[in-house]
C-alpha cells in the first residue's frame, strides 16, 4: 500500500467512525457535506490536472500506487475527498461541542482586512508565480463571497481552521518531504514564494483554506436549499 494512500485512509477513518457519534448526529449532514466535497473537488482536481501538466509541481512514483487518471495518481482524487471531510467533520464538531465560541462580525472583518493588504499585493509583486497568483486570487474571491454574503461561517472557520492546521500540518509535512527521504508532492519553486512552514510551501495554507470555504458555503447553500 502506497504510503499516499495510507494518509488518505488515515486522515478519514477516524472523523469517518465518529460521524455516528449519537450527540452530533453529524450523518444526517452527509448528503450535503458530500455533495459539497464533490463539487469543490471537481473545481480542485481540474486545477490540479493543468498545474500537474504544465509543471507547477508533480507526484514522486516511490510513494503512490501507480495508478493514474490524467496524469494524477489515484491517491490525489482521494485526496480531494478524504482530507475536506476529515477537516469539515473538525469544524461541525466544534460548533456543536462549542456553539458560543465565535468571533464577532467585526473580528472577521478586520481579519479580512487584514488578509486583503497582505494578498493584494503579493499576487501584484508576485503575478509570474502560477501558485502564488492564481491560488491567492481564488482565496481573495471566495473570503470577500464569504464576509458580504455568508460572514457567520467565517465567524466559526476562522477558529477551527486554527485547529485543522494542526492535522493538515502533519499530512501535508509528510506530502512534501517531513520525515520522510523525498517529498510525496515535488514543488516547482519558480511558480511559488520559496517560502515553506517547515517542508510545506505557504501557499498551500491558503489553498487548503479556499478549498474547505467553498466546501462550507455550499454546504450551507444545499442544507438551505433542502429545507
Not at 467565517?154 to 499530512?171: A, C, Q, S
Amino acid at each position: 500500500m502506497s504510503l499516499y494512500l495510507i494518509l488518505n485512509i488515515a486522515s478519514f477513518f477516524i472523523p469517518f467512525l465518529y460521524s455516528f457519534e449519537s450527540r452530533m448526529k453529524y450523518i444526517k449532514r452527509w448528503k450535503a457535506v458530500f455533495l459539497a466535497i464533490l463539487i469543490t473537488a471537481i473545481f480542485f482536481i481540474v486545477w490540479d490536472i493543468i498545474f500537474t501538466k504544465i509543471g507547477v509541481w508533480q507526484f514522486n512514483t516511490r510513494y503512490h500506487s501507480g495508478i493514474d487518471f490524467w496524469g494524477l495518481p489515484i491517491e490525489e482524487w482521494l485526496f480531494f475527498i478524504c482530507i475536506p471531510y476529515a477537516s469539515i467533520f473538525i469544524h461541525f464538531a466544534f460548533h456543536y461541542f462549542y456553539p458560543k465560541v465565535s468571533l464577532s462580525n467585526q473580528t472577521v472583518r478586520i481579519i479580512y482586512g487584514v488578509l486583503m493588504l497582505i494578498l493584494i499585493p503579493t499576487i501584484i509583486f508576485h503575478y509570474n508565480k502560477l501558485y502564488t497568483s492564481i491560488n491567492y486570487s481564488l482565496l481573495i474571491l471566495v473570503l470577500t463571497y464569504a464576509v458580504f454574503k455568508v460572514h457567520h461561517i467565517l465567524n466559526t472557520f476562522f477558529i477551527t481552521f486554527l485547529i485543522i492546521l494542526i492535522p493538515f500540518g502533519i499530512v501535508n509535512g509528510i506530502l512534501t518531504g517531513s520525515f520522510i527521504a523525498e517529498p510525496v508532492v515535488i514543488y516547482n519553486n519558480s511558480e511559488n514564494l520559496g517560502i515553506r512552514l517547515g517542508t510545506i510551501p505557504i501557499e498551500d495554507i491558503g489553498y487548503a483554506f479556499s478549498m474547505l470555504l467553498m466546501s462550507l458555503i455550499l454546504i450551507q447553500k444545499i442544507e438551505k436549499y433542502k429545507k
